[in-house]
């Protein structure tokens, strides 16, 4: 668990442990069924635990929902912090009370408050953003891009839709998208001036130093980003800062490769210089599927690799991908990936 979350268990195990009523009277929520309590309900954060095993018996309806608990498989719980006792504290004792044999969760993945134009989100006072009216114009993934990024992880963060658009269009994808386009052209050089790609083995031969290096960095990148997302690191701003760094570093071989550009002698190190690009784009569609699915599954469409990228063996990709020299245009095949589809709202 993070750093705030782990304070505040550490503190309330000091002071002792507080006694929690698991009923009150009310007239609302599940009654309790002993007589001597009539007119009680149960309390609802006590109630919630159960929930939880109902929930897994939905994601697994082979068994009953404590038995998915009893698995030993990895259980994750996210929450804002201001949630944090209940999930770190009573529901642990709750479930350890209800059956000893069911499982913890190993990792607690919480977010501080996250703000909207630096106030406290409120729906009593309609300042909140409600998500089916936001995707009318927003497209998902952009969202998804942005709130990556701007998660309220360490301390409070604020969301505005002047930031969103500035974020994406000006900055993120104005990177992504002028190396895509640079790349679309560089793949059709590749392959125009011969009429065909050069063969696997002579694209092997022909790589250079720096070539080699960027394939080197491409599994290196992969393998922080499998790190990144998991639950002892999980940090998709992470993640987002990995595969920005990888296609600084893809557009940089580009912008050397131009050089050799039309050179009938040095035609293959070119190909080659272009082929690693390529395989760069290919784990960029991996490493953002987690995050945005649509733009990742149009990079990979468009890259002309084989099935879905959820679908595709991660470690298969972290072992380099021969991606096919000859395709149509990337940049116009990757229309999330354009600045220009970004909304500005108010506008």
């Not at 990556?148 to 969301?159: I, L």
């Not at 969103?164 to 001036?193: C, K, N």
């Not at 960095?217 to 800062?241: G, H, M, N, W």
């Amino acid at each position: 668990m993070g750093g705030h979350l782990r304070a505040l268990c550490y503190q309330m195990a000091q002071d002792s442990l507080p006694e929690i009523a698991v009923s009150h009277p009310a007239e609302w929520g599940v009654p309790v069924p002993v007589p001597a309590f009539a007119g009680q309900r149960v309390y609802v954060w006590f109630e919630m635990a159960a929930g939880y095993l109902a929930a897994a018996q939905e994601l697994d309806d082979t068994r009953p929902g404590a038995d998915a608990w009893r698995r030993g498989g990895q259980t994750v719980q996210f929450f804002g912090f201001d949630n944090g006792y209940f999930h770190a504290v009573l529901f642990p004792a709750i479930m350890k009370a209800y059956d000893a044999a069911i499982s913890l969760p190993s990792a607690f993945v919480s977010n501080e408050f996250y703000r909207l134009d630096g106030l406290k989100f409120s729906t009593s006072r309609r300042h909140a953003i409600w998500l089916l009216d936001a995707i009318t114009d927003v497209p998902p993934d952009h969202l998804r891009l942005y709130l990556s990024w701007n998660r309220p992880a360490v301390a409070q963060t604020s969301f505005t839709w002047a930031e969103f658009a500035s974020f994406l269009q000006d900055d993120l994808l104005r990177r992504w998208f002028g190396w895509l386009t640079s790349l679309t052209r560089r793949r059709e050089a590749a392959t125009s001036s011969r009429g065909e790609a050069p063969a696997p083995h002579a694209l092997a031969a022909a790589a250079p130093s720096v070539t080699r290096a960027l394939r080197t960095r491409v599994t290196d990148a992969l393998r922080l980003i499998d790190s990144a997302y998991s639950a002892e690191e999980f940090s998709p701003r992470r993640v987002l800062q990995l595969l920005d760094l990888l296609i600084q570093d893809a557009a940089d071989l580009g912008d050397h490769s131009e050089y050799l550009q039309g050179l009938d002698g040095l035609h293959d190190v070119f190909a080659a210089s272009v082929q690693a690009e390529l395989a760069s784009a290919a784990a960029v569609a991996a490493g953002l599927y987690p995050i945005a699915p649509e733009m990742a599954q149009q990079l990979w469409s468009a890259l002309h690799l084989p099935g879905t990228v959820g679908g595709s063996q991660w470690q298969h990709i972290v072992d380099g991908l021969a991606v096919p020299l000859a395709g149509g245009e990337l940049a116009f095949a990757c229309p999330l990936f354009n600045p220009a589809s970004v909304v500005r709202k108010g506008q």
